[in-house]
Structures are given as C-alpha cells and as structure tokens.
C-alpha cells in the first residue's frame, strides 16, 4: 500500500529539548512538506523540499530544521529555539512537477511542557 | 500576497438538510484550488482540484465549482458521516506551495 507515514502519532517533551519528528513516503514523489496546524488555524507551511538534498523555508521556518538525504524521507526537528512547540504537525508530499495537489500523512501531535 | 477566507467557520445541519460552504481567494494568477476533508486527529484527505471559473467537479455527495473569485462547495443530502472540516487552498503561478484557509467544520446531526 503506498502511503506517507508519520510516527509517532503522539510525542511528549520537556521545554528545552529538541525533538525530531519523521516522515516517510513510498509514493514516488518528488516533493515533500511540513506543515504546522493550530486550533481553529489553517494550515502554515513550515520547509518544503523539491528535490533531494535542497529544500526552502516556508512562512514559520524559525525554531525548525529539516534534511532531505533520501526522496522518501523529510524529518523535521523543532528546536528548543521554537517558542510554541505544541501543536499538530502535517507531512505532505506532491506528486510532480505538474501535479500540485499534495497528499498529507495522518499528523503527530507534539505536547511540550 | 495570497489570501483564502472560508465561512461559515462553523455549520450544522439535520441530515438531508443542503448547504454550501464557500472559499474566497485573492491570488495573482490562480493556478489551482483545491479542496480537502479532515476528520479530527487526522491529516487532510484530498478532495478536488479546480483551475479555471466555470469548473465543477463532483464526488458522491459533494460538488466543488469555480469562478473569479470564489468557490462553492455543495453539499447535497447530507450524512452524519459527511461531518468533518473542511478546507480550501490555492496557489498562484509564481508559488510552489499552498496557501490554506482556516475551515469550515461541518457537521450534520442525525
């Protein structure tokens, strides 16, 4: 079954600490994003990345960190830089380059306390 | 800058009871709207992709159109299980990314 996976679906964490958050994909797919939701927000594009080993800053990229090493794999890290952690986190990928609907994985949500 | 306004934030309706939800974007060259389900504590489900005014599209009891500035989309006889938010997103020509609307959470009583 192709798919993106993301795991864990559930992470807890101490303020202070960084945590790395992962996303996989055997779609095929070139494009990979993170996405951060907050309640009654919509959905604020953190990195996305076109091609392996390249990616870009979205509109809230402060307090993250990404790598792109392999086509199906997009880790994202929130920092201890990121001054609201907690929230829900989205992986997206994009079939081509004429393709832009994207196809989201099932989130995980971080609590930092 | 890219903006999308969805309302109502919120709707409720007895089962059967049609509706509309609707998206309004201001983009510079529209290259695509796209609208999405998401359940709660799920990642959004890929509904429909719309690129020109006049478009529609239709899946079961959901159907999306187009035009300049707006889209619709319409939901006829509902289902309690049709109960979800849903969201809109556009992109414009220049972008490689979306850029989203903040939902209507949808939900229809038995």
């Known amino acids: 079954d192709g798919g993106i996976t993301q795991s864990p679906k559930y992470l807890f964490r101490k303020e202070g600490q960084n945590v790395t958050l992962s996303c996989e994909q055997n779609?095929?797919?070139?494009?990979m994003y993170w996405y951060r939701q907050d309640p009654g927000q919509g959905l604020r594009l953190i990195y996305y990345?076109?091609?392996?080993?390249?990616?870009q800053k979205g509109d809230i990229a402060e307090g993250y960190s990404v790598s792109r090493e392999k086509k199906e794999s997009f880790p994202l890290t929130v920092t201890s830089a990121q001054k609201n952690p907690t929230a829900f986190y989205l992986c997206?990928?994009?079939?081509?380059?004429?393709?832009?609907?994207?196809?989201f994985g099932p989130g995980t949500r971080l609590t930092v306390t | 800058e890219d903006q999308v306004t969805q309302s109502p934030e919120a709707l409720r309706l007895q089962e059967g009871e049609s509706s509309s939800l609707n998206c309004s974007y201001t983009?510079?060259?529209?290259?695509?709207l796209f609208w999405y389900r998401q359940d709660p504590g799920k990642g959004p489900e890929f509904l429909f992709t719309?690129?020109?005014a006049g478009e529609e599209k239709e899946k079961e009891r959901l159907k999306a159109t187009l035009t300049k500035k707006e889209s619709f989309l319409h939901i006829t006889a509902p289902k309690p299980e049709d109960s979800a938010t849903y969201l809109c997103?556009?992109?414009?020509?220049?972008?490689?990314?979306?850029?989203f609307g903040s939902g209507t959470q949808l939900t229809v009583l038995p």
């Open positions: 997103a556009v992109r414009d020509g220049s972008a490689r990314q979306l850029t």
């Open positions: 779609l095929n797919h070139d494009a």
């Open positions: 983009v510079s060259g529209l290259r695509g």
């Open positions: 719309l690129y020109s």
């Open positions: 990345s076109q091609i392996v080993n390249d990616f």
């Open positions: 997206a990928s994009r079939p081509g380059q004429t393709a832009y609907e994207q196809y």
